[in-house]
């Protein structure tokens, strides 16, 4: 069993990095804490790279399973008061998981409805943004550079847990990838833009937001088959990015859920 | 003309506080900072209680002639030094409003839609709220102790301007105010719940929105006339709460469009 008992170690700094949300440079690893997220990270992916535990949490009966499953050279006990200064949550049992940050590949084509991120910049709105769209039944993401990282624990915090309902496809080259739409490109947007709400969405599409500032970039907008606004007071300037995804998304939900419920009426 | 040098005045050290969002336990002011929010400000409520300029910032065109309009005990020049400290934005001109807290009265009956939250803690979270019941038309918002300040830095940066499109009633006492509706108060609820798209909500009502992570308390859920819930897929466990008042709010502004535009037709 391998014991960390040195604030010095270098596992040990590199997790606190990583913990803290500021990893090292070509660090792809992503830190999990607590039941919750190691349960999420179990059932949808399988054991991590490194099992670290606090002392006192080693007897946990949740815990002792996934020990075992671990293979030895993947677990790792930590001093307390080290697991302590590791741990982002007050009084959380110091169980920790470190794993690679999930790469999937994108598909030939894209086909099902998804969220697209351009340059979303605070973590916050993108965990938001992402539980939102797990929320509406999106399956994907895709984030272009320039968007916070997914996979920090500001941004897993806000995802409530949306980061494992969601294949999350970070570094995206969004202009690229939308040569392989078989589906609408929607943008939201100020300038010459369709409401929202006369708009038919039963069938899927992306669905793309833009930076906090800035909105989307001009040459993406350019690419994109709708534009669409959000018919709102001018007592403010715009929604927050986050916000303005929920009336979309589930504006499309709306939609398709009378769509279902009619369907269904007419076949009776 | 007054002019601060030193740190340690006690004038400067309670704008401080305030700037960094820890006031003194009475202190009852907020603290603006740059074009926007002082303009804002002006145009809202009139000129501040103190004007504060940072030695360089004095000269800026439009700093004059508010210089100009407030009295000369209640402007001050800063030390840019000190400026720069208080500060809260990157390479900002040094101009900051002291202002007293907006305490409305309510009014005697609730006859206008608004928006009523019991503990929303994050204050990223109540700005986004409040920005989004702006956009959304709303006009009035009515906060419970215990939700973090609408006035803070945090909330206030998250507002974008929607502190000066509403009257916001803090430390309001949901209850007792419950008394003095004359319209529905809607509540969501994942309990007992009637569904958002099947709910007609041409008519104002009041939208009520819990605590992060416990949601509306029982006694006031209790005084709700209708509970609704967003009909969500099961990959997470709920919307985070301004996303589910982003929905909530714009279906009642599509169900207030539509009704609008059908009645303009039928005229025709």
């Known amino acids: 069993m391998r014991h ?5 170690n270098p596992d040990y700094r590199g997790w606190l990095r990583l913990a803290q949300g500021r990893p090292g440079r070509h660090d792809a690893r992503v830190f999990l804490e607590g039941e919750h997220l190691c349960h999420a990270w179990l059932e949808s992916k399988g ?3 490194v099992l670290v535990v606090g002392e006192s949490a080693l007897s946990l009966d949740w815990v002792g399973p996934i020990w075992a499953a671990c293979a030895r050279g993947r677990r790792v006990v930590l001093q ?12 959380g049992p110091a169980v920790f998981f470190i794993v690679e940050t999930p790469a999937p590949e994108p598909p030939a084509r ?10 979303v910049q605070d973590p916050g709105n993108l965990g938001t943004l992402l539980r939102t769209a797990a929320a509406a039944g999106l399956r994907q993401a895709y984030l272009s550079d320039g968007c916070a990282s997914a996979w920090s624990p500001k941004a897993m915090r806000s995802g409530q847990g949306a980061h494992f309902a969601l294949e999350i496809h970070e570094h995206a080259d969004l202009s690229a990838l939308a040569r392989r739409l078989d589906i609408p490109l929607a943008a939201t947007t100020l300038d010459k833009a369709e409401i929202l709400y006369v708009k038919d ?3 899927p599409c992306v669905w793309l937001f833009g930076n906090e500032g800035q909105g989307v970039a001009d040459d993406l907008l350019a690419q994109a088959d709708w534009r669409i ?3 709102q007071s001018t007592a403010v300037e715009s929604l927050n990015v986050a916000a303005a995804a929920a009336v979309c998304l589930f504006e499309q939900r709306r939609q398709q859920l009378v769509a279902a419920v009619r369907a269904r009426t007419a076949r009776q």
């Open 80 to 91: 307390d008061n080290l697991a302590a200064v590791l741990s982002q949550v007050e009084h």
């Open 110 to 119: 894209i086909t099902a409805g998804c969220l697209w991120l351009d340059r």
């Open 229 to 231: 606004r959000i018919p």
């Open 201 to 203: 969405l039963r069938q």
């Open 47 to 49: 054991l991590p790279s």
């Open 4 to 8: 960390i008992a040195s604030r010095d």
